[in-house]
C-alpha cells in the first residue's frame, strides 16, 4: 500500500520569498513518481511537478523546485519568489505502478494537501 | 496539451433523481480514466478507476450500483450518481491517463443535491 503524508494543513509567506511545502511518502515498489499539484478556489488541478523514483537529478520547473530525498523518503515543494497567485491547496501526490490485477494501472494517491497563503 | 473536458461545471438535483458527469478528452486516447471525490479542503478521494472497453474497478468502500462508471470509448467516460441524496453532494473530478501526457484533470463538477 501506498501513502503519502503532508503534515503541514496551513502555511503562510510573504510576497517574493520562498517557501518550502513538506510531503512524505511510503511504499514498497521501487519504480513509483511523485508528482506536485495546485488547487486554486476555481478546483481545477494544475500539475506543477514530477520527480521519478531513478532520476538523480532534482526536478525544476520554473519557480518550482522539488527536493528529492530518497533514503528518507521525502518530495518536498520550493517555491521561490512567492505571488499572490501562489496561494492555494497543494497536494502531492504518488503514481502507483501495476496491481496484481492490473486494472488500476498508475491510479495517483494524493496526501492531505496544504493551503498556502501570501502575503502581499 | 492535453485536455480533458468535464461537464457539467456545477449541478443542482433533486434527492432521488440522477446525475450524469461527462469527462471527454479532446486531443488523445484516454485509456485510462480515474474518478475522484473531494470534500471542502480535504483531499482527493479516488473512487474508481475505468479501462476503455471493460468494467470499472471500484476502491473499498466505494458502492458500485451508487456510482455508475462508463467508459464506453477512448474519449469519453460518464459517472453516474444513480438516486442522488444529500450526503453525495461533493465535488467530483475526472482524470485521463495517457502514456504519453501522464495524468490530465478535468475541470471538476460541483454537484448539490437537495
Known amino acids: 500500500a501506498q501513502k503519502i503524508t503532508q503534515t503541514q494543513p496551513g502555511m503562510f509567506v510573504q510576497e517574493k520569498e520562498a517557501v518550502t511545502l513538506d510531503c512524505t511518502y511510503d511504499t514498497s515498489d521501487q519504480s513509483y513518481g511523485l508528482f506536485w499539484y495546485k488547487q486554486p478556489s476555481s478546483g481545477e488541478m494544475i500539475f506543477l511537478i514530477y520527480?521519478?523514483?531513478?532520476?538523480?537529478q532534482n526536478a525544476t520547473e520554473g519557480r518550482y523546485s522539488l527536493n528529492f530525498q530518497k533514503a528518507r523518503k521525502s518530495a518536498n515543494l520550493v517555491i521561490s519568489a512567492s505571488q499572490l497567485g501562489d496561494s492555494a491547496m497543494y497536494f502531492c501526490?504518488?503514481?502507483?505502478?501495476?496491481?496484481?490485477?492490473?486494472?488500476?494501472?498508475?491510479?495517483?494517491?494524493f496526501g492531505q494537501g496544504t493551503i498556502l497563503t501570501v502575503h502581499p | 496539451g492535453a485536455v480533458v473536458s468535464q461537464h457539467p461545471s456545477r449541478v443542482i438535483c433533486k434527492s432521488g433523481t440522477s446525475v450524469k458527469i461527462e469527462c471527454r478528452s479532446l486531443?488523445?486516447?484516454?485509456?485510462?480514466m480515474f474518478w475522484y471525490r473531494q470534500f471542502p479542503k480535504q483531499s482527493l478521494m479516488l473512487m474508481a478507476t475505468s479501462n476503455e472497453g471493460s468494467k470499472a474497478t471500484y476502491e473499498q468502500g466505494v458502492e458500485k450500483d451508487k456510482f455508475l462508471i462508463n467508459h464506453a470509448s477512448l474519449t469519453l467516460s460518464t459517472l453516474t450518481v444513480t438516486s442522488a441524496h444529500p450526503e453525495d453532494s461533493s465535488f467530483y473530478i475526472c482524470s485521463a491517463r495517457d502514456i504519453n501526457y501522464g495524468y490530465t484533470f478535468g475541470s471538476g463538477t460541483r454537484l448539490t443535491v437537495v
Open positions: 486531443d488523445f486516447q484516454a485509456t485510462t
Open positions: 501526490a504518488m503514481r502507483g505502478t501495476l496491481n496484481a490485477g492490473g486494472t488500476s494501472y498508475g491510479k495517483l494517491t
Open positions: 520527480q521519478g523514483s531513478y532520476d538523480e
